[in-house]
């Protein structure tokens, strides 16, 4: 069965850091993996997707992330955090059943961005 | 243009009572998707729609849950006999074929 183990659940940096996001999947397929991010009170946005081109992949807002399968990863990264990065990440695994969208999410990652 | 519209943004109910969740998908997208995130929590699968009929229905907890989308667009989550572990926040999707999948503001649900 696939499934996603966010290995984090809370991270925090000082603005202007780097932010490691870690994640892990199984799954008996090459697999579709996501991160979305959810800022409060607001629905989920699509950061970046890997879909078995690259394996370093580029996302909005100067994340990205790469797809490491020898260590079944898919770590979110960003060089320097913003104020405004401050949010509940996810990591999303895209389940191959009957050809259509099914997602599995990971329990999430809050990132707290300090001054 | 207009994204995933769901409305109420906020429902607040008393046990027992049924609900009425609404998602207006963009415009075009044939897949809509229902989550349900509970506290603390990422989203869960609830249901798939591929035009008007429920491709995947299996994520439905139980037989007081239920959804429909008569006319392709349009899909209502409707939950009968509320009760307080349906508290929740309720977040619907939609898409074109298997593209990813873009979401709504979400539904918050609470059940005193």
């Known amino acids: 069965a696939q499934s996603v183990t966010q290995l984090d659940s809370h991270v925090s940096v000082s603005e202007g850091t780097p932010v490691l996001l870690r994640c892990n999947y199984s799954s008996s397929y090459s697999p579709s993996l996501f991160w979305y991010v959810q800022h409060p009170n607001k629905g989920l946005q699509l950061l970046l997707k890997?879909?078995?081109?690259?394996?370093l992949v580029k996302g909005i807002n100067g994340f990205e992330a790469e797809f490491k399968k020898s260590e079944t990863s898919f770590h979110l990264t960003k060089p320097s955090a913003h104020m405004s990065d401050a949010a509940e990440y996810f990591c999303?695994?895209?389940?191959?059943?009957?050809?259509?969208?099914?997602?599995?999410f990971g329990a999430g990652t809050r990132l707290a961005v300090h001054p | 243009g207009a994204g995933v519209s769901q409305t109420p943004s906020n429902k607040v109910t008393e046990k027992g009572k049924y609900v009425e969740l609404r998602c207006d998908p963009i415009?075009?997208?044939?897949?809509l998707y229902w989550y349900r995130q509970s506290l603390g929590q990422g989203p869960e699968f609830l249901i798939y729609?591929?035009?008007?009929?429920?491709?995947?229905d299996s994520g439905l907890p139980n037989d007081r849950f239920f959804a429909v989308r008569p006319e392709g667009s349009v899909s209502t989550l409707k939950i009968q006999r509320t009760e307080r572990g349906d508290s929740a926040v309720y977040l619907c999707?939609?898409?074109?074929?298997?593209?990813?999948?873009?979401f709504g503001d979400g539904t918050r649900l609470s059940i005193l």
């Open positions: 890997y879909t078995s081109a690259a394996t």
């Open positions: 999303v695994h895209r389940a191959h059943s009957g050809g259509y969208n099914k997602l599995i």
């Open positions: 729609f591929q035009g008007t009929g429920a491709a995947d």
């Open positions: 415009s075009g997208h044939t897949a």
């Open positions: 999707a939609s898409s074109l074929s298997n593209q990813p999948q873009h």
